[in-house]
């Protein structure tokens, strides 16, 4: 696509449920990055993959939290037994490669999470 | 480690006034900095980039920043704001540590931008 594409664009899901939040990054842009943006904490990086690499998985907050990216292209955010502190807006954006460094960072509209 | 501090929560000037947002980083390495707007309900786009080379960069709608070392700052200046100016911007570092975090990101606190008639 044109652009990057994260779905759903808006999740309400009740304090202790799973979650999976998409994101479709632009195609053939090897390097996927998830942040999360909330009122509190504002703007965190939270993991990236590159290509085939080890993900760098240095900023998800705890082990509730986790990502996979099948096949070098789509990738899923995983909350498990989410808690209302986890209510915040999850942002998806990619580069060519990770070392991409005259590339603009294409961020998607995000998923708004609210945690009830 | 690298951290970001943007000077003032809510900015806000009159329509042509001059608009100067304030971004103060700290890095270990050289640093990447960028600045980001974010309009309601839309993702983050990028305004400009520094990566090493000129310090005045110029970005979008008219917008620059300059890269000061002495002073670990990178402001974001516009000579005459309009309306359409009104959202929240971003100053974030890179450190760009081994050539392959590029894109991760630390961010600013964000800064609104009001801009009234």
């Known amino acids: 696509g044109a652009g990057v594409s994260q779905s759903p664009s808006n999740k309400v899901t009740e304090k202790g449920k799973d979650v999976e939040l998409r994101c479709d990054p632009i195609?053939?842009?090897?390097?996927l990055y998830w942040y999360r943006q909330s009122l509190g904490q504002g703007l965190e990086f939270l993991i990236y993959?590159?290509?085939?690499?080890?993900?760098?998985k240095s900023g998800l907050p705890s082990d509730r939290f986790s990502a996979e990216r099948t096949g070098g292209s789509v990738s899923t955010l995983t909350i498990q037994r989410t808690q209302q502190e986890d209510s915040a807006v999850y942002l998806c954006?990619?580069?060519?490669?990770?070392?991409?460094?005259?590339?603009?960072?294409?961020f998607g509209n995000g998923t708004r999470l609210t945690v009830t | 480690a690298q951290s970001v501090t943007q000077l003032g929560s809510h900015v806000s000037v009159s329509e042509g006034a001059l608009v100067l947002l304030r971004c103060n980083y700290s890095s270990s390495v050289p640093p990447y900095l960028f600045w980001y707007v974010q309009y309601p309900n839309q993702g983050l786009q990028l305004l400009l980039k520094y990566t090493s080379a000129a310090t005045l960069v110029k970005g979008i709608n008219g917008f620059e920043a300059e890269f000061k070392k002495s002073e670990t700052s990178f402001h974001l200046t516009k000579p005459s704001a309009h309306m359409s100016d009104a959202a929240e911007y971003f100053c974030?570092?890179?450190?760009?540590?081994?050539?392959?975090?590029?894109?991760?990101?630390?961010f600013g606190q964000g800064t609104i931008l009001t801009v009234h008639p």
């Open positions: 993959f590159q290509g085939n690499s080890a993900p760098d």
């Open positions: 195609s053939g842009h090897t390097a």
């Open positions: 974030a570092v890179s450190s760009n540590a081994g050539g392959t975090s590029y894109g991760k990101l630390t």
């Open positions: 954006a990619s580069l060519p490669s990770a070392s991409s460094y005259n590339s603009p960072l294409h």
